[in-house]
C-alpha cells in the first residue's frame, strides 16, 4: 500500500506529437503538392509533348526555389521553413531518380554523386538547424519516390543504389544527432522495400548484386546504430564490457535496429541462398563470425556494456542456427546438449542470467530433437 505505480509508456506520443503538432495544415499541403510533382512527372511523360529535359529541369527548379524560399524563413518562421525545405529536398530526389531510372538521361555514376551531394546537402542543413521535420520529410518523401514513380522496369541496381544514396545521408546526421525516428524511417523502408522486391522479382542471375547492397546494407545500419553512442558515451569511465558508463549509455540503444537488423538481413539473406549447398549454415557462421568480430571491438570501449552483450548473444543465436543448418537431427540434438550445457557453466561462473536461460533453453529442445530423429531414423547400430 501506498506505492506508486508507473503509468504505462505511450510509445505511439511522439509519433502522433509530431504528425498532429506544429502547423498539421502546412505538413499536409507539403505532403500534398510531393505527390503532385510525383504524378505531375509521370502524366507529363504520357501526355505532354515536351523534351523530358526541359520537364525535369522545370522541377527540379521549382524544387531549387523552394529550398531557397525555405532557408530564408528558417529565422522567422522556423518550423514552416524546414517542412518547407524538406518538401524541396524530397522533390530534389524526385527529380533525380526520375532522370536515372525512368529516362536514363543522366549517366549512372553521374545520378549517384547527384543523389549522394542532396543527401549531404539535406543532412547538413538538419543538422545546422537542429531540424529533426526537415530531415523525416526529406528522407519520407526520399523513400516514398521511387513506390510513386515506378515504371514496372525492374531495375533493382537503380533502385537500391538510390536508397543507399539516402542511407549515406542518414548516417550524416547520426554522426551528429541522436533521431530515432530517421534511423527507423531508413531502416524499415530500405528493408521493407528490399524484402518486397526479394519476394516479388528476385532471380538466382542477379545474386551478385543482391549479395553486395544487402552487406553494404547491413553493415551501414549497424554504423548508425552505434553513431550515437559518440555523443551518448563519456570515454575513459570503467572496466571492460561492464563499466559504470553502461547505464548512461544504454539510453541511446535503439532495440529495433540492434535485434530486428540482424533478423532481417538473414531471412533476406536465406531466400538468396536456399537452394546451394550449405549456403544456410555458412550465412549463419558469417553473422555469428562478425557479431562475435563486433564483441570483441566492442569489449574495452567504455559505456558500450549494453550492446556487448547483446552481440554476444546475437552471435550464440546464429552459431545455433548454424547446426541444424549443417548437420542432421540427431547431430544437431548433442550439439545443442553440449552448448546449452557449456552456458549453463558459462552463466554460473560469471553469474549471467541470459546465459544460463539459453543455455537451459538449448537442454530443453535438444531431449525432443533427439527423440524425434531416433523415431524417424532408428537408434544407430554403428559408432
Known sequence: ?????????????????WLFGGNTIVKLGVAILFMGLAFLAKFAS???????????TAIGAA????????????RRRAGYAQVLQGAAVAALFLTLFVAFRTYQVIPPFAAFALMVGVAALAAALAVLQDARSLAVIGALGGFATPLLVSTGSGNHV??????????LGIAGVAWF???????????????????LWGVMDYRAERYATSQAFLVAFFLLFVAIGLLPARRAVVPGEGGPGRD???????????????????????????????????????????????????????????????????SLAIAVVFLTLVVPFALDARSTAGAWALEGAGLVWLGFRQSRRLARGFGYALLALAGPTLVWAMERHGVPTEV
Open 177 to 195: 544527432k541522436h533521431w530515432r525516428a530517421l534511423n527507423l524511417i531508413g531502416f524499415a523502408a530500405t528493408f521493407g522495400v528490399g524484402a
Open 1 to 17: 500500500p501506498g506505492r506508486a505505480t508507473t503509468p504505462p509508456r505511450d510509445w505511439l506520443a511522439p509519433v502522433r506529437a
Open 244 to 310: 559504470s558508463g553502461a547505464d548512461r549509455g544504454a539510453a541511446w540503444v535503439n532495440g529495433s535496429l540492434l535485434f530486428g537488423l540482424p533478423t532481417i538481413t538473414f531471412a533476406l539473406q536465406l531466400g538468396m541462398v536456399r537452394h546451394m549447398p550449405f549456403g544456410s549454415a555458412l550465412s549463419a557462421l558469417a553473422l555469428a563470425a562478425f557479431y562475435v568480430a563486433l564483441a570483441v571491438w566492442l569489449r574495452r570501449r567504455a559505456g558500450m556494456g549494453l550492446v556487448f552483450e547483446a
Open 46 to 56: 504520357e501526355h505532354v509533348q515536351v523534351p523530358i529535359e526541359l520537364r525535369l
Open 158 to 167: 537503380a533502385l537500391f543504389a538510390y536508397y543507399l544514396a539516402l542511407d
Open 63 to 74: 524544387a531549387v526555389g523552394l529550398l531557397g524560399f525555405g532557408w530564408r524563413l528558417r
